[in-house]
């Protein structure tokens, strides 16, 4: 469809040139900026008001934190990327109930499984948003991006110090406004859906919980 | 005034009138979403700031369009995603078609996307014996019963809990009947997540499209975007041209200004960025991904600096939401893809001001869409514009069937006006016969006639004011 | 920057506060008078072309604002009883007059409009005084003196004045009337429908005026009222300001 192409830039190029654009003014977004134990509270209560679940822990208890919450909640399996620091650590630990399942081979060659026999996922994180609440994610090689979606339960390791003020100013930390892996996310909650009448449901197509354990590493 | 064009919309939207079901529907859930956008924005200031903010960006990325999309172009390929584009629906109908054929892909599953709705893709792939799935739980509902969305965020918003309820334990197979949103859920996610799991190719919108780092961005709450675009082996986006922007750094201003817009979210449940197929070393993704960009009219609405502020649309639905029209008469009545203010101004420079006449009429030019809308599209200015280009010939312009919706009654009545209100003389004498027997007009006489279903007959004073004006002069004198 | 109180300024009726509220007009200019402005009546009045404006017939629209312009000489302010009018020649002559020979001066004319509250509060910082008794209304904010010309609460600031006036906030107080000049003749089902919700939410305020400062609103709001046979009244502000002010 080169014919194509070439039409509709040759159309929009032919365009009278514009004046030129508004001023933008971005100390809108600039402004929104907390201390680092502030951030923590904002992100938990955006988090909270749509329905993410929250697991406190120290740096080096939080593997047996996700134990004992899959031991609880007698969680079967839980599925991780081995090849994560995180995912190992939290291997090198293991003692729990449930079976670790190590994300360790292409999805086709165990599709039906995960739709249908996968209680959970762990994934880690690389940073938060305070000002709306959320995490972000960076699936890979190490964790795959379905880890974090096709499980009933996403579990997620979110470390205080990694929260960020807003997306805004995480675009900017992270480096992601230069380069970006095939996928990176935010999550905010379980997947939810109100289009039935406006009316809140959760758990409609992706993780039906989020619990977020979170390392307090703040000095 | 009344011109025989204006009839499509004013009767659909009688009709739509008469259902008292609809209405008390849109009623409750445009009365919500008011509220609900209204407590994301405590702060006026705030609010006006970070709309100048999102008009600029959207601004200056239609100023350098047509260099962001080779950007894009050339950012996708490199990141491996394959950028066709479509200068027409049937074109982009056929690209996809295309691109499902080579890979002997038969079913499909779709995150929610306008463009395809634009495209009519479903009915498209379905005549050529594929199945095309909506995901969307919205989408989902309204294709079991045939019928197209009728808002652009809430597609299903016109259907309450018991119709649906009623179509879940009819059209599922093995679905008891309850009226239980959960539940109701829970069915829909037990039939979809199979169809994820077994789809050969998935289909998705684009919210924003990144030039600089080939950056696909999808905003969505439910997961089905997500399950679309990474559990299927094949992903297909389809895009609007506009929706380009130079960097990651503009979107956050206009993720943040649309999700608190449009459903008075904070932030979505999900902001998913997508820069290419699954990568060296990953276990999951899909093989291939492809980025079908259409025009689709869009490129002649660029022309023209004034209406090219159509194409800041962010797609958020706010000018629906505020509309008093949309409100009473839902979104099928508009008989387009867009409905609401946006689609009042869109719908006829897609398909022509004269054939959509009806739309640009369809308006009491109010101002609530340009008051809330993120990007400040002065919507009601727009559509004066295309009343004009629909009944003028300006060989200037570039709109689509300019001059087609003139007639010969309304060209009448507006020079008849004319020539009455700029005789001061003429215009003494007409009045002062109004305020002596205007009360005797007949109820029934034209334009009375649709005035008075409604009102009482509005009776002109026994003077006017200019005439106690002058008695007041004539005495001083 | 409140302009200097000005000691003459040009009134300007509109079409439908001339023939159908033409006691509003005249206290409106009571008003004014009342301030201390000598209030000057031009002859020849007509339309200000909104209605040939909004409907995309510009060349008809330019026509007769061409005439209405002529009226208004002298380097006054020019007040109008109604805020779409008022926002038609203050925002939309200049965008009607873009490119034509005229627009310079269109665009000093501009400068001079009006709307009648606006001016009495933002110019002549009027004080008034309450002579009537306790009465509860609700006020009707049109669309076009909101939205297009710009009211900052000018309406609701005059009658904060009035002591014994209490004001019941319309429930969607900023939603259209249906009015809308030939939007309620081209798709007279829909204004119909907004008309009647309005008049109901305006019965559910427990208020027994409405008012406002549109002829349209007004015309409209009033006939739906009517229909219903309702007992509420429906006002111009102008004419309500002069009356509270004023014991009969
Ligand atoms: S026109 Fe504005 S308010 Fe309407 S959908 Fe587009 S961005 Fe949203």
């Not at chain 2, 209204?38 to 008009?55: I, N, V, Y």
Request: hydrophobic content about 40%; overall charge negative; some cysteine.
């Amino acid at each position: 469809m080169t014919e194509a192409r070439t039409a509709i830039l040759e159309r929009l190029s032919a365009a009278p040139a514009g004046g030129p654009p508004p001023l933008e003014d971005t100390a809108v977004m600039a402004r929104r900026h907390w201390p680092a134990a502030e951030r923590v509270v904002r992100l938990r209560k955006g988090m909270e008001a749509v329905r993410t679940e929250f697991l406190e822990a120290i740096p080096s208890d939080w593997p047996s934190v996700v134990q004992d919450f899959c031991d609880h909640e007698g969680i079967r399996n839980l599925l991780y990327g081995p090849g994560s620091n995180d995912g190992a650590a939290l291997a090198t630990a293991w003692d729990g109930e449930a079976t670790l399942l190590p994300y360790d081979r292409p999805v086709e060659a165990f599709k039906t499984q995960l739709f249908t026999e996968v209680d959970a996922g762990f994934t880690s994180t690389v940073g938060g948003i305070a000002e709306t609440g959320g995490i972000l994610l960076m699936p890979g090689p190490a964790e795959p991006r379905l880890l974090s979606l096709v499980p009933p339960i996403h579990i997620a390791l979110l470390r205080a110090s990694t929260i960020q003020d807003s997306l805004w100013s995480a675009i900017t930390n992270l480096g992601w406004g230069e380069s970006l892996p095939p996928n990176a996310l935010l999550i905010s909650g379980p997947s939810k859906t109100a289009d039935i009448e406006q009316t809140l449901a959760y758990g409609v197509h992706g993780p039906k919980r989020l619990i977020v354990v979170l390392v307090n590493d703040l000095r | 005034m009344h011109a025989e064009t204006d009839i499509l919309f004013r009767e659909s939207a009688a009709k739509a009138l008469l259902d008292p079901q609809l209405r008390a529907n849109f009623r409750r859930a445009m009365d919500g979403l008011i509220t609900k956008r209204k407590a994301q924005f405590p702060d006026p200031e705030d609010l006006q700031e970070l709309r100048h903010l999102s008009t600029a960006i959207r601004s200056r990325s239609l100023l350098n369009l047509p260099a962001l999309l080779v950007q894009l172009e050339a950012a996708c390929t490199r990141n491996g995603i394959q950028v066709h584009w479509a200068e027409t629906c049937e074109q982009a109908n056929q690209l996809v078609l295309d691109i499902l054929q080579a890979q002997g892909a038969t079913r499909l599953v779709k995150g929610k996307s306008m463009v395809s709705e634009e495209m009519h893709l479903n009915a498209f792939l379905e005549s050529h014996g594929i199945e095309a799935l909506e995901s969307d739980l919205g989408e989902y509902i309204i294709q079991l019963d045939g019928e197209t969305p009728s808002h652009i965020i809430m597609p299903a918003i016109h259907k309450n809990k018991d119709q649906i309820a009623r179509q879940f334990s009819q059209k599922i197979k093995d679905a008891k009947y309850t009226e239980d949103v959960d539940e109701l859920t829970a069915m829909a996610r037990k039939v979809l997540r199979q169809k994820f799991l077994e789809a050969d190719a998935g289909i998705s919108g684009v919210n924003f499209a990144v030039a600089n780092t080939g950056t696909l961005c999808l905003v969505e709450n439910e997961g089905n975007g997500r399950m679309s675009t990474h559990v299927p082996p094949l992903h297909i986006a389809i895009m609007g041209l506009e929706k380009v922007v130079a960097r990651l750094e503009d979107v956050a201003p206009l993720y943040a200004i649309l999700t608190r817009s449009a459903t008075g979210q904070a932030v979505s449940t999900y902001f998913n960025l997508i820069s290419g197929p699954r990568g060296e070393g990953e276990k999951d993704g899909p093989q291939a991904v492809h980025l079908v960009i259409l025009d689709n009219g869009r490129s002649r609405i660029y022309g023209d600096p004034q209406l090219q502020a159509t194409l800041r649309c962010i797609r958020c639905g706010a000018c629906m939401n505020h509309c008093p029209v949309y409100t009473r008469v839902g979104g099928h009545a508009y008989e387009a893809t867009y409905p609401g203010p946006i689609g009042k101004i869109l719908t006829p420079q897609m398909e022509g001001v004269g054939v959509r006449h009806d739309l640009l009429h369809g308006s009491s030019l109010c101002g609530a869409c340009g008051e809330v809308c993120p990007v400040e599209i002065p919507i009601p200015d727009i559509l004066v514009r295309l009343r004009r280009e629909a009944t003028h010939q300006d060989p200037a312009s570039s709109v689509a069937g300019k001059g087609t919706g003139r007639t010969d009654a309304e060209d009448r009545a507006w020079r008849l006006w004319a020539a009455l209100s700029k005789r001061p003389g003429l215009y003494r004498i007409v009045t002062w016969f109004a305020t002596r027997f205007g009360w005797a007009l007949p109820s029934g006489a034209p334009l009375l006639r649709d005035w008075t279903r409604f009102r009482t007959k509005p009776v002109p004073a026994r003077r006017s004011l200019s005439e106690r004006m002058r008695a007041e002069r004539g005495s001083h004198d | 920057m409140t302009p200097a109180r000005p000691p003459r300024a040009y009134f300007y009726a509109t079409c439908l506060v001339d023939l159908f509220f033409p006691d509003a007009g005249m206290a409106g200019i009571q008003l004014l008078r009342q301030a201390g402005v000598q209030v000057i009546f031009p002859e020849g009045q007509t339309c200000c072309g909104q209605p040939a404006f909004n409907c995309g017939y510009w060349e008809e629209a330019r026509d007769v604002a061409r005439t209405q312009l002529a009226l208004f000489p002298e380097d006054l302010p020019v007040i109008l009883p109604s805020g779409s009018c008022a926002g038609m020649m203050k925002n939309h002559y200049p965008e009607l007059f873009h490119g034509q020979p005229e627009e310079a001066q269109i665009k000093a004319f501009s400068g001079r409009v009006y709307e009648l509250t606006q001016f009495l509060v933002d110019v002549l910082d009027v004080k008034l005084e309450d002579l009537g008794e306790p009465v509860k209304v609700t006020w009707h904010s049109s669309c076009h003196a909101v939205r297009d010309l710009g009211l900052k609460g000018e309406p609701q600031a005059l009658l904060a004045q009035l002591a014994k006036v209490e004001l019941a906030t319309l429930a969607r107080e900023h939603e259209c009337c249906g009015f809308g000049g030939t939007f309620s003749v081209r798709q007279p089902e829909v204004s119909g429908a907004m008309v009647c919700d309005k008049a109901a939410d305006a019965e559910a305020t427990g208020a027994s005026v409405v008012l406002s400062t549109d002829g349209g609103c007004l015309l409209n709001v009033k006939g739906a009222l009517d229909q219903k046979g309702s007992p509420l009244k429906v006002q111009h502000i102008a004419e309500f300001l002069w009356e509270r002010t004023h014991a009969r």
